[in-house]
Structure formats: C-alpha cells, structure tokens
T-cell receptor
C-alpha cells in the first residue's frame, strides 16, 4: 500500500519546454488534487478532480492542464514552462475529508 | 473565494513552553478546519482537525479551538519538544461531506523549539 505516488521527484526544465507530472493513488479515493508550494505562500490549489472524468480549476490554474485518466491517476501538464512555475508540486487524494499527500515534485524552470 | 490568514509566520519557543498559532477565514460557509505539519523536505501530514459543529478538540499535547462567530481557529501545542519543530499549516473547507473537500491553506508558521 504505497498511498500517493508522484513522479518525478526532481525536474529541471528550460523555459518553453513541456512536461507532465504523474500522480497515482492506491487508496480507492474519489477526489484528487494538485497544489503548488512556494515560500511564504503556503499551498495553493491548481486543479482538482471530484471523480474519474471530472476536473475543475482551483486558485491558480493558469499555465496548467490536468487529466484524470482513471480513478487512480491524476496528471498535471505544463505545456510551455515559465520561470514563475518553479515550485514544489504536491498531489493529494481524499475520501470524505483527510488528505493524503504525495512526496512532492521539485520543479525548476530556467 | 475563501481566504485564510495565518499568524505568526515564525515562532520560536523554549522546550516545554506552549505554542499558539492563529488563523482567520473569510467564508462563513466553511465547515472543516484541519492542521498540517510539514517537516523539512517532507510532505504535509494531518495532525488534527475540527468540524464547525465543535468548539474544541484535543489530542494529547495538541488542541484546536474554533470561534465561528469571529471566524478564527487556533492550534495549541503544550509542553513543546524539539521534534515539534516544523512548518504548520492551517486550512479551511466548505465542502466537508460533499463530493470533494477543497482545502484553502494559510501561508504557514515555522515553529522552532529551542532545547
């Protein structure tokens, strides 16, 4: 029982490159979330998915897209990375209330 | 939308003292208030939570209080220990019991417990 697994753990991108952050959970949770964490700004919600096949914008969705491929997987895509997207990205899943977070992806855009 | 403010941003206490972190929220419809602890380089982990129909909840050395009228809630840690040193985040949600539970987080408090 791995919980929430994120890949990769670290990534360096050049401005304008694209990439997909992967997230998978094995707890049979319906809801999944993507947050970004920046110093002094806490965790901000990018996108979330209430169930398979549905996604909605959070507080800071610009520059990102998501896919809820199935109940287990929720991916975050940066189509054209910008230095402002340098951050630590956390995926989380929940059932009812408590979140389980993944270990995070540290992304640097140069 | 919901806004959560958290104070102080840093807090230094002596081992054995108490620590209090305060948060205010803007949306009176919020009904769920968790607290997360994040150690350096690790993921946030839930340490305690409270629902809007409860005024106080305690778990060993940790307690949370909620004042719905004033729209603020607080984390209290007694008899602090060096292992309590971490960043603490408060959060609020108005979706408790619904299809999702979107959490809006405060900006975090770095707690340092000096031995």
């Amino acid at each position: 029982n791995a919980g929430v697994t994120q890949t990769p753990k670290f990534q360096v991108l050049k401005t304008g490159q694209s990439m997909t952050l992967q997230c998978a959970q094995d707890m049979n949770h319906n809801s999944m979330y993507w947050y970004r964490q920046d110093p002094g700004m806490g965790l901000r919600l990018i996108y979330y998915s209430a169930s398979e096949g549905t996604t909605d914008k959070g507080e800071v969705p610009n520059g990102y897209n998501v896919s809820r491929l199935n109940k287990r997987e929720f991916s975050l895509r940066l189509e054209s990375a910008a230095p402002s997207q340098t951050s630590v990205y956390f995926c989380a899943s929940s059932w009812n209330y408590g979140y389980t977070f993944g270990s995070g992806t540290r992304l640097t855009v140069v | 939308g919901e806004n959560v403010e958290q104070h102080p941003s840093t807090l230094s206490v002596q081992e054995g003292d108490s620590a209090v972190i305060k948060c205010t929220y803007s949306d009176s419809a919020s009904n769920y208030f968790p607290w997360y602890k994040q150690e350096l380089g690790k993921r946030p982990q839930l340490i305690i939570d409270i629902r809007s129909n409860v005024g106080e909840k305690k778990d060993q050395r940790i307690a949370v209080t909620l004042n719905k009228t004033a729209k603020h809630f607080s984390l209290h840690i007694t008899e602090t220990q060096p292992e309590d040193s971490a960043v603490y985040f408060c959060a609020a949600s108005k979706d408790y019991g619904g299809a999702t539970n979107k959490l809006i987080f405060g900006t975090g408090t770095l707690l340092a417990v000096q031995p």
